[in-house]
Every structure is written in structure tokens, then in C-alpha cells.
């Protein structure tokens, strides 16, 4: 296996965490934001608060795009398991 391919496999790899973490953390970013904003405006620093919204937003998003998360991975999966015979004989 050469270089390239251990590059080029890593790389994808690492497009595809960013690619299937991108929702849940813009979520979770997007519903922090407004909880804390809402926090400021009403002086209420209670951790709970901050807290229970994420994680519910979080599981509702993970609800929402779980299959296209998980349809994702497999085609990556299959993709890598195609590519494994070409890998084996050296060529890229």
C-alpha cells in the first residue's frame, strides 16, 4: 500500500466525521446560542437550562438525520471494501 492511498483514505475518512458531525454540532451550537442569549436577557444562570434544550435538540436532529448519517457511512464502507483488492496489489 502506498503513501498516497493511506493519505487519500485518511482524508476521505476525515471528510466523512465532518460531513456526519455537522449537524449535531451546528444544533447544538444554534440552540446553545439562543438558550444562553435568553439567559442573558433574563438573568436566569441555571445549568439545566442550558443543558436539557441541547440534548434534546441534539437527539431530535440525530433523529432527523440518522438514516442519511448512517446511509453515508455505508457508502463509504462499500467504497473502501472496493477499493481493498487494488490496495492489496500495490496499485492505487
Given at each position: 500500500m502506498n503513501p498516497e492511498a493511506v493519505i487519500d483514505?485518511?482524508?476521505s475518512a476525515l471528510m466523512l466525521a465532518a460531513k456526519l458531525s455537522a449537524p449535531?454540532?451546528?444544533t447544538a451550537l444554534v440552540v446553545g446560542f439562543a438558550i444562553s442569549l435568553l439567559q442573558?436577557?433574563?438573568?436566569?444562570q441555571e445549568m439545566t437550562m442550558s443543558f436539557v434544550p441541547k440534548?434534546?435538540?441534539?437527539g431530535i436532529a440525530l433523529m432527523v438525520c440518522g438514516n442519511w448519517m448512517i446511509a453515508e457511512t455505508v457508502a463509504f464502507t462499500h467504497e473502501l471494501f472496493g477499493r481493498l483488492?487494488?490496495?492489496?496489489?500495490?496499485?492505487?
Open positions: 483514505i485518511g482524508a449535531l454540532l451546528v442573558s436577557i433574563t438573568q436566569v440534548l434534546l435538540a441534539v483488492p487494488s490496495l492489496l496489489n500495490g496499485g492505487g
